[in-house]
């Protein structure tokens, strides 16, 4: 039989009110010790929550709804699962609807979650709606993650593309790199805005002047970057390195060098972004900017648990950072190995990078 709140409570020597005033974190004043016993006790006998009894007290349903516009997009499963991943180890459990960026079939959506009395939502890669139209529709509290075509506004969590951008430029800077070609994204997305931005800032920081002839606009695909890429070998000078707005289009960049004849990296060094799978199996292996998804979704779950328990009233716009994975396609993987030795075992191992730099960006 499952353990009932009065098998608490008898375990730990208490009323069944104080158990549960324990375990709903209730303001009401509770000694340590005996906050303590309770909680030991309630570990020990392995008590679950009854999760139905605590909703038709607290009208919750400790179910979210997760709209998500495209479930085949690489980076929403990610996102979901770090949706899941928190809102699991919190007792709640999700939603998920896929709405095919369709405005109709989201506001069905939104509709059917309604119903469900569900107790938030989360949006993931929405562009159709605004704070102020969820609410019309489900006054419910909400969350926006990893928006594609709308400014950062409150309420919502988003990568870091201007930092990633720099990141990335400073990489090969500080590998001696002055002719940084960039091969960016389409028009209107906040990706492309904000990677443009972060690679000029960047350039700009070390004293690289601007060249808009450096530059080629993609559309996120291997063929785009392959032949923009082509178009950029055929300055006089030649970029010595290229950052690809994404991963993709990188692959198209070492497609176009080593057409030509060229090597990556000696030739020309690459850096990508998102850190698709591919990007470490291919070879040269690619040199890249994680999209942190799963952060992002656990931080817009976490910001969603916050909203609906009343400890905020809204969320301020959130950036999460991604990190540089060096791999082979920039070259900083040609330096020497050192070794430490001691007692004629190696201790310690590292490779000395061929930069111009070590200092992490700030």
Same mark, same amino acid.
């Given at each position: 039989?499952?353990?009932?709140?009065?098998?608490?409570?008898?375990?730990?020597? %208490?009323?069944?009110?104080?158990?549960?005033?324990?375990?709903?974190?209730?303001?009401?004043?509770?000694?340590?010790?005996?906050?303590?016993?309770?909680?030991?006790?309630?570990?020990?006998?392995?008590?679950?929550?009854?999760?139905?009894?605590? #909703?038709?007290?607290?009208?919750?349903?400790?179910?979210?709804?997760?709209?998500?516009?495209?479930?085949?997009?690489?980076?929403?499963?990610?996102?979901?699962?770090?949706?899941?991943?928190?809102?699991?180890?919190?007792?709640?459990?999700?939603?998920?609807?896929?709405?095919?960026?369709?405005?109709?079939?989201?506001? =069905?959506?939104?509709?059917?979650?309604?119903?469900?009395?569900?107790?938030?939502?989360?949006?993931?890669?929405?562009?159709?709606?605004?704070?102020?139209?969820?609410?019309?529709?489900?006054?419910?509290?909400?969350? !926006?993650?990893?928006?594609?075509?709308?400014?950062?506004?409150?309420?919502?969590?988003?990568?870091?593309?201007?930092?990633?951008?720099?990141?990335?430029?400073?990489?090969?800077?500080?590998?001696?790199?002055?002719?940084?070609?960039? /091969?960016?994204?389409?028009?209107?997305?906040? =990706?492309? /805005?904000?990677?443009?931005?972060?690679?000029?800032?960047?350039?700009?920081?070390? #004293?690289?002047? !601007?060249?808009?002839?450096?530059?080629?606009?993609?559309?996120?695909?291997?063929?785009?970057?392959?032949?923009?890429?082509?178009?950029?070998?055929?300055?006089?000078?030649?970029?010595?390195?290229?950052?690809?707005?994404?991963?993709?289009?990188?692959?198209?960049?070492?497609?176009?060098?080593?057409?030509?004849?060229?090597?990556?990296?000696?030739?020309?060094?690459?850096?990508?972004?998102?850190?698709?799978?591919?990007?470490?199996?291919?070879?040269?292996?690619?040199?890249? %900017?994680?999209?942190?998804?799963? =952060?992002?979704?656990?931080?817009?779950?976490?910001?969603?648990?916050?909203?609906?328990?009343?400890? %905020?009233?809204?969320?301020?716009?959130?950036?999460?950072? #991604?990190?540089?994975?060096?791999?082979?396609?920039?070259?900083?993987?040609?330096?020497?190995?050192?070794?430490?030795?001691?007692?004629?075992?190696? /201790?310690?191992?590292?490779?000395?990078?061929?930069?111009?730099?070590?200092?992490?960006?700030?």
């Amino acid at each position: 039989m499952p353990v009932s709140l009065v098998d608490v409570a008898k375990a730990a020597g %208490v009323s069944n009110a104080t158990v549960s005033r324990v375990l709903t974190n209730s303001d009401h004043p509770i000694a340590e010790e005996t906050r303590r016993k309770v909680l030991v006790a309630a570990e020990t006998l392995g008590y679950r929550p009854n999760l139905i009894a605590r #909703g038709l007290r607290t009208e919750q349903t400790f179910t979210i709804g997760v709209i998500v516009e495209n479930i085949l997009s690489p980076f929403i499963p990610p996102i979901t699962r770090g949706i899941h991943d928190y809102l699991s180890q919190h007792n709640y459990s999700a939603i998920i609807i896929n709405s095919d960026w369709d405005p109709i079939v989201e506001t =069905a959506a939104l509709e059917n979650l309604a119903r469900r009395h569900i107790d938030g939502v989360i949006f993931v890669e929405s562009y159709t709606r605004s704070s102020d139209e969820v609410t019309r529709l489900i006054p419910k509290p909400h969350i !926006f993650v990893h928006r594609l075509f709308n400014a950062l506004n409150p309420n919502s969590v988003a990568p870091d593309d201007l930092y990633g951008a720099r990141l990335a430029v400073h990489h090969l800077a500080c590998l001696g790199h002055r002719r940084i070609a960039f /091969i960016n994204g389409p028009e209107g997305w906040d =990706a492309t /805005i904000n990677r443009m931005a972060g690679y000029q800032q960047e350039l700009a920081a070390w #004293g690289i002047p !601007f060249d808009p002839t450096l530059v080629g606009r993609g559309d996120w695909e291997v063929q785009s970057g392959f032949a923009i890429t082509q178009q950029l070998l055929a300055h006089t000078p030649p970029p010595t390195a290229i950052f690809a707005a994404n991963d993709l289009m990188a692959l198209g960049v070492i497609y176009a060098v080593q057409d030509a004849g060229l090597q990556v990296p000696n030739d020309i060094a690459v850096v990508g972004y998102d850190d698709r799978d591919f990007a470490g199996f291919v070879r040269p292996a690619i040199t890249t %900017v994680t999209m942190p998804c799963e =952060a992002m979704g656990r931080l817009s779950a976490e910001f969603l648990l916050r909203l609906i328990d009343q400890e %905020v009233d809204v969320i301020e716009p959130t950036l999460v950072q #991604g990190e540089l994975v060096v791999r082979q396609s920039c070259g900083a993987a040609t330096g020497e190995w050192q070794f430490e030795h001691e007692q004629g075992s190696i /201790i310690r191992q590292q490779r000395v990078l061929h930069t111009g730099c070590r200092e992490p960006l700030t």
